[in-house]
């Protein structure tokens, strides 16, 4: 059966042994597996928490309405990175089932906890999509208010895909991010957080602590390569990009993460995090990234 619903996930399969598991809580999806003997392409920390209790600590997490601590005056009850990577989704149907592939939907709504802390009108839909070397995560975001006030009406949000590949950290390199803008978070003071640099490197590296936020890259293909292997990211909807690996120096203050994870993945991150959407009302905004195993040779 290629999608099997347990108590808190589901799990989509491929004819040719490919896998995908995705939390109904956060709708994370917390494993991706190609391959004729199947190989996981995600990274998820050991001391992860995957009983719903926080929210998970590697795969890929929903960000949505703020990324990082808010700063938009309606999202100053939120915690950081929003509450879509916390909440518990629901498995609202399975969308294709064919010979390419196979695609669930997964909703979330206001609840009244999401309203004690945002009172605005959403309905999110996020579709994950299984191929046979593809994994595909789109998120809709329909702003369902009845206002006909301009601009008071508008849903402003920022959104994003917080994806851990699970790649050597000390060899990844990601493309094409030269002469792109970006904003280094690791900066220890305001100014310099705040003050935007070129990217001067031809290939993207994170051995040391690394949190960057790329402004408007414009790129519609990311790639990740490593020795021996790469997976390619193709975006629709999400002009920024973030890559960050905290290495030791504030790895190890993570309480979730394993000793050493921050060895063992690189998060290379579409979205759109510089600034906000704003969405009419009775309109429906889309965020789009599809993996792809873009080369691989010998063992990994």
């Not at 926080?54 to 990082?68: D, E, L, M, S, W």
């Not at 909440?87 to 010979?99: E, I, L, P």
């Not at 021996?228 to 909807?237: L, R």
């Amino acid at each position: 059966m290629p999608v099997q619903q347990a108590d808190d996930r589901l799990i989509l399969t491929h004819p040719n042994g490919s896998s995908v598991e995705v939390l109904l809580y956060g709708a994370t999806v917390i494993s991706w597996k190609t391959g004729t003997e199947p190989v996981e392409r995600l990274f998820v920390s050991s001391k992860a928490a995957l009983d719903g209790s926080k929210p998970v600590r590697g795969g890929i997490p929903i960000v949505f309405p703020c990324f990082g601590a808010p700063s938009h005056p309606e999202h100053a009850r939120l915690s950081q990175h929003g509450f879509a990577r916390n909440r518990a989704w629901t498995f609202d149907s399975v969308v294709t089932d064919d010979g390419s592939g196979v695609s669930v939907r997964l909703t979330l709504t206001p609840t009244a906890s999401i309203k004690a802390v945002y009172d605005r009108s959403f309905e999110l839909a996020y579709v994950v999509t299984l191929g046979e070397d593809a994994l595909a995560t789109d998120l809709h975001v329909t702003n369902t208010s009845r206002s006909s006030v301009y601009p008071e009406g508008n849903l402003e949000f920022q959104a994003l895909f917080h994806t851990y590949i699970r790649a050597p950290a000390d060899q990844v390199l990601v493309f094409p991010l030269q002469n792109k803008k970006y904003y280094d978070k690791t900066e220890t003071s305001e100014e310099g957080r705040n003050t935007a640099k070129t990217e001067t490197r031809a290939g993207v590296d994170v051995r040391t602590f690394t949190d960057s936020v790329y402004e408007d890259a414009e790129t519609a293909k990311y790639e990740v390569r490593w020795p021996g292997c790469g997976i390619e990211i193709k975006v629709e909807g999400l002009k920024d990009v973030v890559v960050w690996n905290p290495q030791q120096e504030a790895g190890s203050k993570i309480g979730d993460m394993e000793e050493g994870g921050w060895e063992r993945y690189v998060c290379v991150e579409p979205g759109h995090v510089r600034g906000y959407v704003k969405l009419e009302p009775g309109r429906t905004w889309v965020g789009r990234q599809v993996l792809r195993v873009a080369m691989e040779t010998g063992n990994e």
